[in-house]
């Protein structure tokens, strides 16, 4: 895996519930990237390579910023958006969705965050975040 240089994010220390709801719905078998991030409004991932043809997104973010949601966007290495979530609530709750026959397996992904407000507008920072995929 390399890092996108889309953005500059700063690591976040997280509980470690929230590690473990992270690591149990990445499974050990499947390909994909996991990231986290502190405070930011956007963050671009690190490349993971697809498994199957099939693609789960996931993320969550924290409250107490003014991000009110989130959406994650699954997006090719040559910069081709693939697929994006719908929006979730910013209240810390890793949320997940599944795309059937998305990927091409053995080409390279990334994700991206967004915050969003209330409206769905994109640009608001949460605390803390963090998405991925397996695939």
Known sequence: MRFHGRTAS???VISGALLGALASAAPAQASGAWNE????SYHAGLDGTAGSSDVTLGGFACGGWSAR???VQL????????????????????QYQTFYGATSPGTT???RWYGQDSNE??????????????S
């Open 109 to 111: 992904y990334y994700v």
């Open 37 to 40: 991030w502190g405070l930011g």
């Open 69 to 71: 949601l989130f959406y």
């Open 75 to 94: 997006v090719r290495s040559d910069g081709t958006k693939i697929r994006s979530t719908k929006s979730w609530a910013a209240d810390g709750t890793y």
């Open 121 to 134: 507008n994109n640009g608001f920072p949460a605390k803390c975040s963090g998405a991925g995929f397996d």
């Open 10 to 12: 700063a690591a976040v």
